[in-house]
């Protein structure tokens, strides 16, 4: 077996914890930009709309082959409960950035110019 000192562990213990402060601050992600967060908000509500009136669209053409009149109103219906689809795609995603800005620390503060040590 090989004989190791107690400078070996040292260096090993000094590598392992820059391995973690590495490792640490790595983690973490800048917190979301407004355009970031707009886009979220705007891919949420958009995919709402168009996967409710594609549905509605879609069950109103497959009801018209088999004589059923419900052209419209599928669509109409499908389309409203896309958009409430929509609503609360952006409210979880608007909780959650705010859970994400919650957990961030908090950015120091910046020293006015005027003001006077």
Request: proline share 6%; charged share 20%.
């Amino acid at each position: 077996m090989s004989d190791t000192g107690p400078d070996d562990l040292q260096r090993l213990g000094a590598r392992l914890d820059a391995a973690e402060r590495k490792r640490a601050t790595g983690d973490q992600r800048p917190p979301p930009t407004q355009a970031s967060i707009a886009f979220r908000f705007g891919t949420e509500m958009i995919a709402g709309l168009l996967v409710g009136g594609g549905m509605g669209w879609g069950l109103d053409w497959l009801f018209g082959h088999f004589g059923f009149h419900t052209k419209p109103w599928l669509m109409i219906v499908f389309f409203v409960l896309g958009a409430a689809a929509g609503i609360r795609g952006v409210m979880r995603a608007a909780n959650e950035l705010n859970a994400q800005m919650a957990a961030a620390p908090a950015a120091p503060s910046v020293k006015q110019d005027d003001e006077e040590n």
